[in-house]
């Protein structure tokens, strides 16, 4: 049983389609990130939301967090091609910054 | 250019072998790591590194090894390798171990063990 379980596992839709992709979790973190990895490449991070409640944007992309800290999502409107990828939540707990990484979503935009 | 580098990019070896990959980073960062991502692309920690403090996930088992002779490099070191050791190890830095610090990851080790 994974810490972290992320909803959906696998994503194919249109270019223009809006879509959201969950992160869940029963435990409480201090802080949840959210990661982008391509083929070949580590990930990279999109986004750190610190606060309970809190929302932030990234052009297309608005990422929330749960008001108990125990849940994040990630929405992106107007999907576009470039947007294809694997989406990975990762939330820390205490004052470390070991990160436990959510399954991931592996998102597919087709032109 | 490469903020964290990691060598080699592949290696295929037999089972019982002992192999290293190195990692080095030239972000000035305090902290490095080491994760394993499987086949499902499960993301798991393996160390945590920072000013000689090595924090080990308890699942890892003893065969591995990080070792880090100077604050820009943490190698990781497997003894007696085995065929779930078969994945993909990514190494990353970070400014410093507190929450909320952004991960640096390097290209990734695709490990494969015959």
């Known amino acids: 049983t994974q810490l972290l379980e992320q909803s959906p596992q696998f994503l194919s839709i249109q270019e223009g389609e809006n879509l959201t992709v969950y992160c869940n979790s029963s435990?409480?973190?201090?802080?949840l990130q959210w990661y982008r990895q391509e083929p070949g490449e580590g990930p990279v991070l999109l986004v750190t939301?610190?606060?309970?409640?809190e929302v932030k944007k990234l052009k297309r992309l608005t990422f929330q967090f749960g008001d108990a800290r125990k849940d994040s999502s990630l929405h992106i409107t107007a999907a576009q091609p470039g947007d294809t990828g694997l989406y990975l939540c990762?939330?820390?707990?205490?004052?470390?910054?070991?990160?436990?990484f959510g399954g991931g979503t592996r998102l597919m935009v087709k032109p | 250019d490469t903020a964290v580098s990691q060598t080699p990019k592949y290696l295929v070896t037999q089972m019982g072998n002992d192999k290293s990959i190195k990692c080095e980073q030239n972000?000035?960062?305090?902290?490095m790591y080491w994760y394993k991502q499987d086949s499902k692309k499960f993301l798991k920690i393996m160390f945590s590194?920072?000013?000689?403090?090595?924090?080990i996930n308890e699942t890892v088992p003893n065969r591995f090894s990080p070792k880090s002779p100077d604050k820009a490099h943490l190698n990781l070191h497997i003894n007696s390798l085995e065929l779930g050791d078969s994945a993909v190890y990514f190494c990353?830095?970070?400014?410093?171990?507190?929450?909320?610090?952004?991960?640096?990851f390097g290209s990734g080790t695709q490990l494969s063990v015959l």
């Open positions: 990353a830095s970070s400014l410093q171990d507190r929450a909320n610090e952004k991960l640096f």
């Open positions: 435990s409480v973190f201090s802080s």
């Open positions: 939301v610190v606060t309970g409640g």
């Open positions: 990762a939330g820390a707990r205490g004052a470390g910054n070991m990160l436990t």
């Open positions: 972000l000035g960062h305090d902290t």
């Open positions: 590194y920072n000013n000689k403090e090595l924090i």
